[in-house]
């Protein structure tokens, strides 16, 4: 049997002084009743206190602190003592964290192994102790990274079916809304009209919820200035205090000072919906805590908190005080349509967590959940510190409230979708504009390069087969330098669209959009050019 070859230690035993000098923890007791014998030096610094002499079998797990990696007290038949005198040879058990009495926690593998005397009967187990703590936590680091990689894979992968899904919804929504304000505009039967207004109402209500999904996708609106969550933060608290149920206490404790470079809107919406979640996750009432504060680079990372890279984070919690949220369910929080709540009556319902998660990771943070103290949920947003300030970028003339003159302007319509070809010429044509169309990019800038002369104006798709948005743009001003273009997606204003607004694009109009806004902007550039004038 494995250990015979062990000869029991005895109270001269001479080898106690190189057992000190060990870098192991060494812990030796009697069997079977398991009265504590010797232990060294590393045992002590190890354990965090000196070896107790006073417990014995099946006493060892209170008074020592162990548990196991899921926080519970360690069973005490499953400790090395108890299972090398049931087994009868040496175990190696590596799931062990001691909780220290300085409240200090080291993660611990103990190899045990039996000692016989001549006879085969065990008199004493000697127990090593090796703190494994750096491994320990580098393996989980190692795990939590593959997790998050594997979350981010499943989100992104989330994020492009939405927003593929969006951007075909938002064309539909672009004919439906374009159609309905053409016909309203010559209809003379008020029933008839009535119905046409709720089209497009309903058109409206439909491009909010795209908009929701293009926000989940990291594609929303994204306008980029130095923003203050601490000026939101005290805002929001402030607007949610005076009409927040008297029973849910608003805290706050806002102490950055620095800002974030990104889209005010956005991120206000962040906060908005973050409160939100919270309030309702306290139905009975409760503590809503709303925080804000600076982590400098070389300042210790939060409490339980994802790896941050070394830099300057601003940091945004909001923490309830409800019953939080099932660890099997917190991965999916962030998935659109996903949600606790017991009824979505509202249009959008199950889209706020989604909507928050695409927001913060356009702007370049993380966003994780956090078990509140004692009980309840923390979310907590980490945005990069911005620094200098960033360009705004060209937002769109609000339709005038008067039907839009009709214009003699030439209009290029340069869109793949024939549905909202089709829309568009007929509503631009019904205006009086002369309108001439390309399926795509490579047809326009073949048809343009032989009819610029008769072109005052092109309506261009971002998103085409064969040529881009932009490379349809680059395409048209090298035959003409002053091409008046203006850019329509049913995606949103995101880098792309500012990479074309910057190379000289007039305008930019979001899928679904009002016939008015556009034919407007059209008159305005071909008036600009001095090409066309109104018709009288």
């Not at 703590?133 to 990689?149: D, I, Q």
């Not at 319509?413 to 007929?426: C, F, G, I, K, Q």
């Amino acid at each position: 049997m494995s250990g015979t070859s062990l000869k029991p230690i005895d109270g001269d035993d001479l080898g106690r002084g190189i057992a000190d000098a060990l870098p192991v923890g060494i812990w030796v007791a009697h069997a079977p009743s398991g009265e504590f014998l010797y232990a060294n030096q590393m045992f002590a610094e190890i354990m965090g206190q000196a070896a107790l002499s006073d417990v014995a079998a099946g006493e060892y797990s209170q008074p020592y602190g162990i548990f196991g990696k899921d926080g519970q007290r360690y069973p005490e038949d499953e400790l090395p003592f108890p299972r090398v005198l049931r087994e009868r040879k040496p175990v190696v058990i590596d799931d062990i964290v001691v909780h220290r009495p300085d409240g200090t926690r080291v993660h611990i593998r103990a190899q045990a192994r039996p000692v016989l005397n001549e006879a085969g009967t065990i008199v004493q187990v000697i127990v090593a102790f090796i703190d494994i703590t750096r491994e320990a936590e580098a393996e989980l680091a190692r795990a939590e990274s593959e997790e998050r990689l594997r979350q981010a894979q499943r989100m992104e992968s989330i994020g492009r079916l939405a927003g593929g899904v969006a951007h075909d919804f938002n064309n539909l929504l672009a004919a439906i809304g374009i159609l309905a304000s053409s016909l309203k505009r010559t209809e003379t039967d008020p029933s008839r009209r009535t119905a046409l207004e709720q089209i497009e109402q309903t058109t409206d209500s439909a491009a909010a919820l795209t908009r929701s999904l293009l926000g989940f996708a990291g594609q929303g609106r994204n306008l980029r200035r130095p923003v203050s969550l601490t000026e939101i933060v005290l805002r929001v608290a402030a607007l949610f205090a005076r009409t927040v149920d008297p029973r849910v206490s608003v805290q706050k404790e806002a102490t950055s000072r620095q800002f974030v470079v990104g889209d005010p809107t956005q991120i206000e919406q962040v906060v908005l919906n973050l409160v939100v979640n919270g309030r309702d996750a306290m139905p009975e009432g409760g503590v809503l805590a709303i925080r804000t504060y600076d982590l400098e680079p070389d300042a210790p990372r939060p409490r339980g908190g994802k790896w941050l890279p070394r830099g300057k984070w601003l940091i945004l919690e909001v923490e309830d005080s409800g019953t939080g949220i099932d660890p099997a369910i917190r991965h999916r929080v962030f998935e659109p349509y996903f949600t606790t709540k017991q009824a979505m009556t509202q249009p959008g319902a199950g889209l706020g967590l989604a909507t928050v998660y695409g927001i913060v990771e356009a702007h370049g943070g993380t966003i994780e959940l956090l078990d509140g103290e004692p009980k309840g949920t923390i979310v907590r947003v980490a945005f990069p510190v911005g620094s200098g300030m960033m360009r705004l970028v060209p937002s769109d003339k609000p339709a005038p409230a008067e039907d839009v003159p009709q214009s003699p302007a030439r209009v290029l319509v340069v869109e793949d979708d024939a549905l909202v070809r089709s829309a568009l010429r007929r509503g631009l044509t019904d205006l009086g504009f002369v309108v001439t169309t390309a399926n795509d990019g490579q047809e326009a800038s073949e048809l343009f390069a032989t009819q610029h002369g008769s072109i005052d104006v092109v309506l261009m798709d971002m998103s085409m087969p064969r040529m881009n948005g932009r490379a349809t743009f680059e395409a048209l001003k090298r035959i003409d330098p002053d091409v008046r273009a203006v850019l329509m997606t049913g995606h949103a204003l995101n880098e792309d669209a500012q990479a074309i607004l910057d190379l000289g694009v007039r305008a930019f109009f979001e899928k679904p959009f009002g016939l008015r806004a556009v034919a407007a902007k059209l008159s305005e550039l071909a008036r600009e050019r001095g090409l066309v004038r109104d018709a009288p």
